[in-house]
């Protein structure tokens, strides 16, 4: 049995439908992950996102309108209150400022629906599908100040359909995502992730526990 103290605590940032973070919520709930979602914080009073905290118990915040800056603060304060460890980025539609992303270096994770660096930004599955590419996919990776950029933990792929749509190839994808990004924390909750340079590597686990 997993002591709950040896659980890492998790800061889950949404905006929408938080598919993403019902997944995590769940893993996190079957011992998948060695971590317990201890706040989720919303930047949109309306999202589906905070019915799912709700349900599952976890102390639920929506964002003030404010500047940037005195937004990012206050996610700070919450998270700290909460003593988070590893902040998952799950639909956050607000580009965080630089000072946040130095204050969590290395602890900011996201997940974005496309094999990056291709097709960063908003609608990555439009870009995609403009693009012609027959193959696309998701990433999870940590996050620097720009974005979608940062080292990449794991990536999944998808083919690319001719009768697809950006709905048809948004609906695939999302399974993906949440397998994608449970898999990515779990190795961060083991202790198992290692950041050189760009490239991140996965250690063994007897390595990670000694
Ligand atoms: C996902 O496609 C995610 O990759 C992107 O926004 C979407 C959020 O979906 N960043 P959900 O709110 O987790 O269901």
């Given at each position: 049995m997993v002591m709950q103290g040896s659980l890492k605590p998790l800061g889950v940032l949404v905006s929408g439908y938080g598919s993403n973070l019902q997944a995590i919520l769940d893993a996190c709930a079957q011992g998948?992950?060695?971590?317990?979602?201890?706040c989720v914080i919303s930047?949109?009073?309306?999202?589906?996102a905070g019915e799912r905290a709700k349900n599952a118990g976890v102390p639920y915040y929506v964002l003030p309108n404010a500047t940037p800056e005195e937004r990012d603060a206050h996610i700070t304060a919450l998270l700290k209150k909460h003593d988070v460890q590893g902040v998952c980025l799950a639909g956050y539609m607000r580009l965080l400022t630089a000072g946040f992303v130095d204050t969590w270096w290395d602890r900011v994770f996201n997940i974005h629906?496309?094999?990056?660096?291709?097709?960063?930004?908003?609608n990555a599955q439009r870009q995609a599908l403009s693009a012609g590419v027959k193959v696309t996919g998701c990433t999870v990776h940590f996050v620097r100040p720009?974005?979608?950029?940062?080292?990449?933990i794991l990536q999944a792929t998808t083919p690319v359909f001719a009768d697809d749509t950006e709905d048809t190839l948004a609906q695939r994808l999302l399974p993906l995502e949440h397998r994608t990004y449970v898999q990515a924390l779990k190795w961060y909750c083991d202790d198992r992730l290692r950041i050189q340079g760009e490239r991140v590597f996965v250690i063994p686990a007897a390595e990670a526990k000694s």
């Open positions: 998948v992950v060695a971590g317990r979602v201890a930047s949109n009073a309306r999202a589906f629906p496309s094999l990056l660096p291709a097709f960063k930004g908003m720009a974005m979608d950029e940062g080292p990449i």
